[in-house]
């Protein structure tokens, strides 16, 4: 490391301002402020003193949502073998299904980063670490066989009319990996919907079909009527799905990363759960025996994408609520939308998407408020001498 840091030393005055390649210094101080810590300081005046920065806060996203990477690799493979009668070993649905990821992931980030790498030269800012978890959260929430041109559309315009049009990292309103699934969603609804989707291989049926084999999500055939999967097979999440959303195991080990750092509320992630609890559960009690709206309300934590936008967007310290009260009432709307969507809307069996954006949009208003409310209370206590 230390080579590589008189490396870095050694080229650093060319990439300034003034020096020969200067116009990329935004492009150099990309590269390195990833591999090394920034030596900046604060010179004068009253600041904060703190160890977090937003590289690391960046890193303890992306190092929490491995392990829901990790499953959603073997369960490509998995998901195949069972598809189509293989016989596949553990390391071989392993290796299949990072075959099948790799491709997504290069996609994203080649052309996410290289946007922003792109917009920080023209405007001559720094390259923040922002894209560093979109980058990979956005595969994640993709069918595993969409086109990688698809998704390279969809990142494009997450990055720029998410993200770069309101000024980069931090300044953004919605999530930007949310936006690039609501894009192919509505822009490809046929290659993120349908029953043949979710599976590699399965919408090309270049081998014949296990009998009896369904690729279905869960979450359409509960819409649909159709019998699913019990709850300990959802909870762990050898099912089809979006590649790192099915298994709420691997995704409640990436909570406890965030809540353990700090990084994650765990108010926004409690109080969305207690939101589709409490509406689910409402239903219940006047739904007819056998209809979806019947399904027990806590079925819905464990189907579709309930539990990866709870723990990875519903906590993005971005685009959600700030205030501590704001928060509780950020997540609990977003719970509550969510079921909501999924039980009124038939041809739109998940709703998480749709609820976070939604609440993207008025987590602002929800801080005014909040904030509004303490000011009034605070008024009202004070002695006028």
Known sequence: MKGLLNLVNKLKPTFSKGGKLGFLHSTFDAFETFLFVPDTVTKKGAH????????????????????????????????????????????????????????????????????????AQIRGHEVNEGYLVSGILIPLIMPVDVPLWILALGVAFAVIIGKEVFGGTGMNIWNPALLARAFVFFAYPSHISGDAIWIEGLKDKVL?????????????????????????????????GSIGETSTLAILIGAFILILTGVGSWKSMLSCVIGALAVGYLFNAFAEPGTYAALPAYYHLVMGGFAFGTVYMVTDPVTSAQTEKGKWIYGFLIGALTVTIRLFNPGYPEGMMLAILLMNTFAPLIDHYVIEGNIKRRVKRAVIK
């Open 48 to 119: 904060i003193r703190d160890s977090i920065d937003l590289k690391r806060v960046m890193s303890v996203a992306v190092f929490a949502v491995l392990p829901a990477a990790a499953f959603g690799i073997w369960n490509i493979g998995h998901q195949h073998s069972l598809a189509f009668g293989l016989d596949m070993t553990f390391w071989a649905k392993v290796w299949f299904g990072f075959i099948k990821f790799l491709p997504l992931l290069l996609v994203s980030y080649i052309v996410g980063l290289g946007i922003e790498f792109a917009s």
């Open 208 to 240: 014949p079909i296990a009998d009896g084999f369904s690729g279905a999500t869960p979450l359409a055939n509960a819409a649909a009527g159709v019998q699913i999967p019990d709850f300990m097979q959802m909870f762990i999440g050898n099912i089809p």
